[in-house]
């Protein structure tokens, strides 16, 4: 068997929650491969809103494995919020949720330094969601993390000299904080303590051995990939196709299908380049219609309109096999639809992104008429108004990628199969 790989193509926020969860009834496993609290997959149905951080998506389904592989940055005390609140449903993980051993812990003081650093940059600042993500893979880089398998190897003396070292670092910001977090931290730690924790890496590669299906999720997006995203406005990840490999331990050669994930426009949180973005009415009506709220962070997330040279850049990075379309209803009241089919720097028209996305990028527009029909409740690709079928064509033949799925919707419902 292979592993089939979902990710974002875009700035993250496409919709992968909802889809895992769609697609979780063709599999046997599913996991998360990288990135950490910093992410939030939502997930509606039965008129309820879940938000998943650390969790892979496929948890609501009793019968399937989910895993989170060593890629993944784990905060137990968000591990802790969540598995309470899935807890209180009726919901019990225990049984099918794994940890790595070898995923790498976020404790109160990377928290910390993430907001004292993000504080010193004033108005060059990232846009961090605060979480401790970038710290915590700064340790694991560096060589001093403390990982899920530590928990049970002298841990409290390991978690005293990495604090140490951290509150030696902070000296050299003048901020303040305090760790009245430590005894939640080590509350959380006791709630990792109940889950099955093993390498991942050996057990992944034993079920592709037994013949079963795995579908990898990924968090963020491509274009905040810490090597190919827009840099230094981008992750501390790698959140492309390649880091699933590098996230659960498998060989490339055991890929299978690439499903890539796009919104039928683009969305940003937090600070960075944005060649298509709208700042007037146009994009204000985006943001109110489809609620671009981050799910971790809450801040308003920037609009425009699709990015055809960014999202090439992403099926080329990738390997997409299979594009899935979200948040189309969005556009349903608009009368024009705008795709930015490439740039204009200094007068010259490119279809490459530049190395510098911050330079004078203007995006040349291609207008398509909008479909001016409500989608929400569409359930065949039948019922697909002509406009929105030119749409789809229009972006298959640019791409040379198939749309499989048209989302119309938040519910797992909503989602057509082309």
């Not at 499903?259 to 973005?277: D, L, N, Q």
């Not at 789809?392 to 119309?408: A, G, H, M, N, T």
Request: aromatic share 8%.
């Amino acid at each position: 068997m292979k592993v089939d790989v979902l990710l974002g193509l875009q700035w993250g926020d496409e919709g992968k929650g909802k889809v895992v969860d769609v697609l979780t009834p063709q599999y046997d496993i599913i996991t998360r491969f990288q990135g950490g609290p910093n992410a939030g997959h939502t997930l509606e149905f039965n008129n309820h809103k879940h938000i998943l951080h650390n969790i892979p998506s496929g948890i609501f389904r009793e019968d399937k494995l989910n895993i989170i592989t060593n890629g993944v940055v784990l905060d137990p005390m968000v591990f802790t919020r969540e598995i309470e609140s899935l807890e209180a449903l009726g919901i019990d993980l225990t049984k099918n949720l794994w940890i790595s051993t070898k995923a790498h812990l976020i404790l109160p003081t990377h928290r910390i330094l993430d907001a004292a650093s993000e504080a010193a940059k004033g108005k060059s600042k990232i846009g961090s969601t605060l979480k401790g993500i970038t710290p915590t893979y700064m340790d694991k880089t560096g060589r001093n993390g403390l990982r899920v398998g530590d928990i049970d190897l002298d841990f409290k003396a390991k978690y005293e000299a990495l604090k140490a070292k951290h509150q030696q670092l902070l000296k050299q910001y003048d901020y303040e904080y305090d760790l009245d977090e430590e005894e939640k931290f080590f509350e959380g730690i006791e709630m990792i303590r109940k889950f099955k924790r093993v390498d991942t890496a050996y057990e992944v590669n034993r079920f592709l051995e037994e013949g079963k299906s795995i579908l990898a999720e990924g968090a963020q997006g491509t274009l905040l990939d810490i090597d190919f995203g827009s840099y230094p406005f981008v992750t501390s990840s790698n959140t492309i196709c390649a880091g699933a490999c590098t996230g659960m331990g498998v060989a490339p050669t055991t890929i299978g299908e690439v499903y890539g994930i796009f919104k039928a426009y683009c969305t940003r949180v937090g600070s960075g380049p944005f060649p298509s973005e709208l700042l007037d009415e146009e994009g204000e009506r985006l943001r109110d219609i489809g609620k671009e709220f981050g799910s971790t962070t809450g801040r308003p997330r920037r609009c425009g309109w699709l990015d055809l040279v960014a999202l090439k850049y992403s099926l080329m990075l990738n390997g997409v096999t299979q594009l899935i379309m979200t948040k189309t209803d969005v556009l349903d009241t608009f009368d024009t639809i705008k795709i930015a089919t490439a740039y204009s720097i200094d007068g010259e028209l490119t279809d490459r992104l530049p190395y510098d996305l911050d330079a004078d990028v203007k995006p040349v527009f291609t207008e398509m008429a909008g479909w001016k029909t409500d989608l929400t409740g569409v359930r065949s690709k039948e019922q697909f108004p002509k406009e929105l079928n030119e749409y789809i064509r229009f972006l298959e033949k640019e791409v040379q990628v198939p749309i499989k799925y048209v989302s119309v919707g938040p519910d797992r419902e909503q989602i057509i199969e082309m």
